[in-house]
């Protein structure tokens, strides 16, 4: 329910904010699409850096999101929430959240950052993402923005619990993410985290990249060398001390490199892979990861399996259609909307902004309301057809 909502919203917001930057044209409005591509070139990614920083090109770029996505997908996020999923299909999912969240969502990021600075005329780097929505949206977007925080949170707080159990085996596994969960919480309230957010997912993103790069390794170099894969859990070893000293020795050369000014932060994530991916290939055979081990235990065969897809669903009653029609509707209207705002002439933005803003809560509202009753009547559907 709130994926699609949240995408729409930092279109919205975009869609919004964009005429409030045609102030920079010849016109002060915007007539076609090269107006689109000065209002970006001249206003918004100007490559000029704020506050004395360092520009940021093409390969920073490219190399921040792979950061990013390194730490959220390729075997480190999704393997806690996929390993549940039915079929392989399932990760294809993984793309909707790097494509059109990582990516399309950042871009209208930067049209609302741009154009929130301009209209309130504060530099964007003292500006949080909270004051950018609710410039751009109001209400609605300061809670697309907590939403966004929340369905973030919730995979990474659940594997950091997965996690922690290992260490704290004695403990429930509600108390170690609520733990977790107190920690961050308190971190995310630091200046440095919402004012430095892109250095901040920099600095996770190094940290976890020895990890992604080490599973990489395991599951596509290590059999393809002869050696056994999986091999410390497989000797039952409790610490892989060539994993930890390639994660020790990667981040530090690359931390290193960084405060130095060496290499920019976003630029590490190439070299802090290669220095791990060697160091992990050079001392993994000193610990074992050439010997013919045993396989692992097969699990219990008390334990549970995953409940099969259900080929068949129960009758679609009246509430099933009338809440998933009315939550169409309501999207339908997060769309038309901003839509409405773009069209209106520039003098009349102001005047109709705070109407905007208001039916967009409201439509937000109904969206939410009305998909909840439609997912419980789903859920409905699939009990029914299970019993």
């Not at 892109?198 to 600095?203: H, P, S, V």
């Not at 992604?212 to 290590?222: M, P, S």
């Not at 630029?267 to 396989?295: D, N, S």
């Amino acid at each position: 329910v709130a994926s699609p909502w949240m995408f729409l919203m930092f279109m919205a917001g975009a869609v919004v904010m964009l005429p409030r930057l045609a102030g920079a044209l010849p016109g002060g409005e915007i007539s076609s699409v090269g107006d689109l591509w000065t209002i970006a070139s001249e206003t918004i990614w100007t490559g000029t850096p704020a506050d004395g920083g360092t520009a940021l090109g093409f390969w920073h770029v490219v190399s921040f999101a792979w950061v990013v996505n390194l730490s959220m997908h390729v075997g480190l996020a999704d393997m806690a929430i996929f390993r549940y999923a039915r079929t392989a299909r399932y990760g294809l999912f993984s793309a909707f959240g790097m494509f059109l969240g990582h990516y399309l969502a950042w871009m209208c990021a930067g049209v609302m950052g741009a154009a929130a600075a301009y209209v309130l005329g504060t530099p964007l780097t003292e500006l949080d993402s909270g004051d950018v929505a609710y410039q751009a949206l109001g209400v609605a977007g300061a809670l697309a923005v907590v939403i966004a925080g929340w369905t973030t949170s919730n995979p990474t707080l659940y594997r950091a619990g997965l996690a922690l159990q290992v260490v704290t085996p004695g403990w429930p596994r509600w108390k170690v993410t609520a733990i977790a969960g107190a920690v961050t919480t308190i971190v995310a309230c630091s200046p440095f985290v919402f004012t430095k957010l892109l250095d901040f997912i920099g600095l996770y993103g190094i940290l976890l990249m020895p990890i992604g790069a080490i599973v990489f390794l395991e599951h596509w170099v290590v059999p393809r060398l002869g050696w056994t894969q999986f091999w410390a859990s497989r000797k039952g070893v409790f610490v892989s001390w060539p994993a930890l000293v390639a994660w020790l020795v990667s981040v530090a050369l690359g931390l290193v490199a960084w405060s130095t000014g060496q290499i920019h932060l976003f630029l590490l994530g190439v070299p802090v892979w290669i220095c791990t991916a060697v160091l992990y290939l050079a001392l993994a055979p000193f610990a074992g990861a050439r010997e013919l081990l045993p396989e692992e235990a097969a699990p219990p065969a008390d334990v549970p399996s995953l409940p099969r897809r259900m080929e068949s669903m129960g009758p679609r009653g009246p509430g099933w259609f009338v809440s998933g029609g009315v939550a169409l509707a309501a999207l339908a209207a997060c769309v038309a909307l901003p839509v409405w705002m773009f069209t209106l002439p520039p003098t009349e933005h102001d005047a109709s902004s705070q109407a905007f803003k208001t039916l967009l809560l409201v439509a937000t509202l109904v969206y939410f309301a009305s998909g909840v009753v439609w997912m419980r009547a789903s859920e409905k559907r699939r009990r029914s057809a299970g019993e």
